[in-house]
């Protein structure tokens, strides 16, 4: 089993006990966590099936522009302002989902970002995300995996654009949290659909590379389930995409800086 799996499971799950913590304090309504992830409805469509429909056309059009950035059809990658272009090309390339939005005159509640105390969920955010990197750098037993991963990115001018991609990423997966648990009418059972989204991601590239399933293959693909399953209880305890951006992307940049 690959040690990097064990490691992001070590800080997730730690990521999101802590989180779990905190948030039962939200009872009663003048617990301190109800300053940071106060309780919302959950959102309701008139036709969810029209708007999963519209979210996965979104989805494909992220596809079609991503293309369209490998053959180099979107703002050019030139010193000294490729940091600047890059950080443009990953919001161009996810800009189907800000246009849905737009064109459905739907607010960021439904993308699980609301507007409110802003303040403490992002300080709350980044002292979990400092918590999950330890808890990654105790399981893997490497403390400069991730400070070197960083510096590395840094030095090449490609953090920022890494930052804006991985919050694109988790601002697509709240918008298809939200939309699949209207269309199934259960939150809990959307949430385990989209966790399995992770490692059904990772077969094709398992099987062109010709590792096939092996059995640790299996067993790295049961982490990644289970990580998915843990973000997902995250995710719908605080209803802040804010709150999983700063864990995912140092655990991003661990995995691939």
């Known amino acids: 089993m690959d040690t990097h799996y064990l490691g992001l499971f070590a ?6 006990a802590v989180t779990l913590f905190i948030v039962r304090r939200r009872h009663p309504p003048n617990g301190h966590a109800a300053t940071i992830w106060p309780a919302t409805d959950r959102v309701l469509f008139a036709r969810p099936w029209l708007e999963l429909g519209l979210l996965l056309a979104a989805i ?15 703002l050019p990658n030139r010193a000294p302002f490729s940091p600047i272009a890059e950080m443009a090309n990953q919001v161009l390339i996810f800009s189907p989902l800000l246009l ?22 992002a300080l709350s955010s980044l002292t979990l995300a400092a918590l999950a990197a330890f808890a990654y750098s105790l399981a893997v037993r490497d403390f400069g995996r991730i400070p070197d991963a960083m510096m590395a990115e840094t030095e ?14 988790d601002f697509a997966i709240a918008m298809l949290l939200v ?11 959307a949430g385990l659909g989209v966790a399995a989204l992770f490692p059904a991601l990772h077969v094709p ?5 010709g590792e ?42 661990a995995q691939f800086g």
């Not at 005159?105 to 409110?116: E, N, V, W, Y």
């Not at 090449?156 to 804006?164: E, F, I, M, Q, T």
């Not at 939309?179 to 059972?189: G, I, M, Q």
């Not at 389930?225 to 991003?252: C, E, N, Q, S, Y």
């Open 179 to 189: 939309r699949l648990a209207a269309v199934l009418r259960s939150e809990w059972a």
């Open 156 to 169: 090449l001018g490609r953090l920022p654009s890494h930052a804006v991609q991985v919050f694109l990423e």
């Open 60 to 74: 494909i059009g992220i596809i079609l522009v991503g293309q369209l950035y490998q053959a180099g059809y979107l």
């Open 205 to 209: 590239a398992m099987l062109s590379t």
């Open 100 to 121: 849905l939005l737009l064109l459905r005159r739907q607010s960021l509640h439904t993308a699980l970002l609301p507007s409110r105390r802003l303040g403490p969920r």
């Open 212 to 253: 096939g399933l092996s059995t640790a293959n299996f067993a790295n693909l049961g982490l990644d389930f289970a990580i998915g399953v843990v973000v997902m209880v995250g995710l719908l305890k605080t209803r802040d995409v804010l709150w999983l951006f700063p864990t995912h992307f140092l655990m991003d940049v």
């Open 11 to 16: 800080a997730y799950s730690t990521f999101v």
